[in-house]
């Protein structure tokens, strides 16, 4: 009897798994996702079919079982049989046509249950065949509605680009024609009604048109009086040029058949006003002298040794003039931070190029920087080991040219675009080193002590 209720509560395990997993697989077909259904289908199938192979066991070892223990049974019913006699054997014989019968019974049950677990199994089969079927149709919709969603969002995409371009498009039509009728209106406004900034500017000019005059008229009577005072006196030459900066100082001979200036020996000095102060400026040697910031405010002198020894010595009418406006702007540069100017490298270490290289020369708080590009050339801060100042040799060029000395192994001679951006770089330059309590300048100007130029200012 033990066998089988094993056997019935194998039976029932079965149905009631069959049942539950028919149940779970309806759930996750309408709850989970493709992902969580097809796992979950996976291990209670794996689990069905552990249960399956528990049953057979359990039905082979009872089968295996029930031949020995009838023909036991029997075999203990026949010896008792031969030892009793009258009721008792009659009782026996009995019982041994009983266990026939119940052997009978138990083969037919045994029938009726390995029938019923085959329909138990064939029906557990087909729910894992259909939750299978199931589980692929949804994978399969799951992934045409992601193909299906995939394509829409790039159609979208493809559709909102389309009409960013469109969009833009018309915007930036729209602003250019805007643009060309703001600025045809103001045309036709300025031809018809001259504003009052316009009325400024040609005001500005002319006062600036005046100024101009009025130096050169100032620097010519300044040249006479130093005439006057030469009379008597001879001379071969005479000096001549704005005295600005800016501007370019030449030696001239007042004879055109005098003196040729390249057999002379010549040198530029700066002197204070009262002539008590001041010194040679080195490297100036040459006929033309382009004056650099630190130079405003001194008398610049320049004195010649004749072929036989005899000395001339031209000097400017009084100290040389700022240029007008390069102290605003420089204040304007310093307060934005810095400055960028375009440059051309026209000598390394004391050789010139055959070719100019075309740099930028980056002006900053705490360093100067010349690069091109992603390339840097020279990248320094300020300290006393640095040398910037107006080039001081001759030619046109060194009014816009100035003479950097970055480090102990490496001096350049650049050329800036104008005279105001050469001297604005030099003025920034000074300005910025000034705040780091370093005197940024020229050979030897270190020496020079007394009125402090306003160019360096």
Avoid at 122 to 132: F, H, N, P, R, T
Wanted: proline share 3%; net charge negative; glycine share 8%.
């Amino acid at each position: 009897m033990s066998s089988r209720n094993m056997y019935d509560g194998v039976q029932s395990q079965a149905r009631v798994l069959a049942d539950k997993e028919a149940a779970d697989l309806e759930l996750l077909e309408r709850r989970l996702s493709v992902r969580d259904l097809a796992t979950q289908f996976e291990s209670g199938q794996a689990a069905a079919a552990k249960l399956l192979e528990d049953e057979l066991k359990v039905q082979e070892v009872g089968l295996m079982e029930l031949p020995a223990i009838m023909k036991q049974l029997r075999g203990l019913l026949g010896e008792l049989a031969g030892r009793v006699a009258g009721r008792n054997k009659d009782d026996v014989t009995e019982a041994l046509s009983l266990v026939e019968v119940m052997k009978a019974k138990w083969t037919q049950k045994e029938s009726e249950l390995e029938q019923d677990v085959r329909k138990q199994t064939a029906l557990l089969k087909q729910v894992s065949d259909d939750a299978k079927r199931m589980v692929e149709e949804a994978q399969g919709n799951a992934y045409s509605e992601v193909e299906a969603a995939h394509a829409t969002v790039l159609h979208v995409k493809a559709s909102l680009m389309e009409q960013a371009e469109s969009v833009g498009s018309v915007d930036k039509q729209e602003v250019e024609e805007m643009r060309k009728e703001v600025t045809e209106a103001w045309r036709i406004k300025m031809l018809h009604e001259p504003s009052k900034t316009m009325d400024l500017e040609f005001e500005i000019e002319g006062l600036r048109q005046q100024l101009t005059q009025k130096t050169v008229e100032l620097i010519h009577l300044r040249k006479e009086l130093v005439a006057a005072k030469r009379v008597g006196q001879p001379g071969h030459y005479e000096l001549q040029g704005e005295e600005r900066l800016g501007a370019s100082l030449i030696i001239s001979p007042l004879e055109e058949n005098g003196l040729d200036i390249s057999t002379c020996t010549i040198q530029w000095h700066r002197e204070s006003a009262d002539r008590s102060k001041g010194g040679p400026i080195t490297g100036a040697t040459r006929p033309q002298y382009a004056p650099e910031p630190f130079d405003v405010g001194w008398i610049l002198r320049v004195g010649l040794i004749l072929p036989g020894g005899k000395q001339e010595i031209l000097s400017t009418s009084g100290p040389l003039d700022a240029a007008p406006g390069l102290d605003n702007f420089v204040e304007a540069l310093f307060k934005k931070g810095g400055a960028e100017f375009n440059v051309r490298l026209v000598q390394q270490n004391g050789e010139v190029l055959r070719k100019p290289l075309l740099h930028v020369l980056r002006v900053e708080r705490n360093q100067i920087t010349l690069f091109k590009g992603r390339t840097t050339k020279a990248k320094e801060d300020y300290s006393s080991t640095i040398w910037l100042c107006g080039a001081r040799g001759g030619g046109q060029a060194a009014m816009r040219s100035l003479y950097w000395v970055a480090n102990k192994g490496l001096s350049l001679m650049l050329v800036l675009e104008s005279e105001r951006e050469r001297n604005a770089a030099i003025m920034l330059s000074r300005r910025f080193a000034s705040d780091q309590n370093v005197a940024l300048l020229g050979p030897d100007d270190r020496l020079f002590s007394g009125t402090t130029p306003r160019g360096h200012s």
